[in-house]
């Protein structure tokens, strides 16, 4: 049997809760150090003793446990897990039926009612995301709520929380066929080559449709040249090329090179014509400005922090500064595509770095076009910064 364990809320923290904030923090209730297994059922109560919801415990960065409901009678067991996964596999019956688009989220965590717990979907395969042992002591339950609702051609895992000091690295395949690897998908009928048996990143980031979407529509022309920086697997690359662009993937990753290659190559696009270029993002500014090479787009989208050899690069304070870099290459009428996935700050301050940047390089611009979470990236209503991606496409005026 799991234990429940009573905790009191803080009352600063209390209207919150009533109004549904899912997230418990430990800053918000009291007697936190009656919890010892993570897994435990919490019922949150206020000073009066009256009940505000029931979640679990589980250790995240975020916070100590997640509300899955304000109903007291509600029991979180497999019956549950399939309301929530049913209630999310209907939300998303368009993209079930779209055969141009077979990867998307499937499940959002706190989106779609519990904190913690992610699930994508690949051609047929389900991808899970445990964010903390707690979530995971559901295991069991989920998969076979999970199985029962949307009956995966196989299923995979990711363990993102710390155990026993490090990072539980089981084989990621658990049920089902095994996908092969690479498993291709289409996303608007392009082809993504996804390996989902190979550590945390599968080789896309699905949150990111919509903007490739649109490179490929309005912002990649024929014959212009675009530099797609923190490349990765040159996710973004794909549709500039295809829209007939000349494009150049740079990251300091080795492995971007042969996975560029690969998404290149299973749409049809001879890589030999493209650029793909190993190097710090920060060392081919200075490469480019010594070239004296332009592009008529420039798509920055670093990780919210980064440690290499020579800096530490974080979002929150370098952003203006990777702006001016970018601009200084940018041709007069050319874009730049703006993003991060930073969610300590909202979009105002995002606007605040970018017009930071664009006025220390002396450059006008306007912003043509702003993009947040797709459809399928459910946010809460109640836990606003669950909303985490912010990107801006801003033309640089001549
Ligand atoms: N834009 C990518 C995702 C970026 S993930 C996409 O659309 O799929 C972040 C990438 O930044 C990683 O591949 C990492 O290797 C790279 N990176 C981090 N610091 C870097 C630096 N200083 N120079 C170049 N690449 C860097």
Redesign the pocket.
């Known amino acids: 049997m799991r234990q429940v364990i009573d905790l009191q809320a803080e009352k600063k923290a209390t209207a919150r809760f009533v109004k549904g904030y899912p997230l418990i923090e430990k800053d918000t209730v009291r007697n936190e150090s009656k919890l010892k297994e993570e897994g435990s059922i919490i019922q949150l109560i206020d000073s009066e003793g009256k009940f505000l919801g029931k979640g679990y415990y589980g250790i995240q960065n975020k916070g100590i446990g997640w509300i899955l409901t304000q109903n007291q009678n509600e029991q979180i067991d497999e019956p549950f897990f399939n309301r929530k996964i049913s209630e999310a596999v209907a939300k998303r019956s368009s993209f079930f039926k779209d055969e141009e688009t077979t990867a998307f989220r499937l499940f959002n965590g706190e989106g779609d009612g519990v904190g913690g717990l992610i699930i994508d979907y690949y051609e047929g395969f389900c991808v899970i995301q445990w964010y903390s042992e707690g979530i995971y002591s559901f295991r069991k339950e989920i998969l076979s709520a999970l199985e029962s609702v949307v009956h995966p051609s196989g299923v995979y895992e990711k363990k993102r929380f710390e155990h026993g000091g490090k990072y539980v690295e089981d084989r990621d395949h658990v049920r089902g066929e095994e996908a092969p690897s690479p498993l291709l998908v289409k996303e608007n009928g392009r082809t993504y080559a996804v390996h989902l048996d190979d550590g945390a990143m599968v080789g896309?980031?699905l949150d990111?449709r919509d903007v490739r979407q649109a490179i490929y529509m309005h912002y990649a022309q024929p014959d212009s040249k675009v530099l797609?920086?923190?490349?990765?697997?040159g996710?973004?690359s794909v549709p500039a090329a295809l829209a007939g662009a000349h494009t150049t993937s740079?990251?300091?990753?080795k492995r971007?090179r042969p996975k560029t290659i690969e998404q290149f190559e299973v749409n049809g696009i001879d890589s030999e014509t493209q650029d793909i270029v190993v190097?710090?993002?920060?060392d081919y500014f200075k490469y480019a400005r010594r070239k004296e090479l332009s592009f008529d787009m420039v798509?920055l989208?670093?990780?919210s922090f980064?440690r290499?050899k020579k800096r530490t690069?974080s979002t929150s304070k370098d952003y203006p500064a990777l702006l001016k870099d970018a601009a200084l290459i940018t041709n007069g009428d050319g874009y730049i595509i703006a993003s991060t996935n930073n969610a300590s700050f909202g979009m105002d301050k995002f606007k605040k770095f970018i017009a930071e940047g664009m006025k220390s390089a002396n450059f006008n611009y306007k912003i043509c076009e702003t993009f947040s979470l797709p459809d399928d990236f459910t946010v809460n209503r109640n836990f606003r910064e669950g909303n985490y991606l912010k990107v801006v496409v801003l033309q640089k005026l001549s």
């Open positions: 896309i980031f990111q797609n920086t923190f490349s990765y697997t996710a973004f740079v990251d300091l990753a971007s190097m710090d993002v920060f798509i989208d670093p990780p980064a290499s690069f």
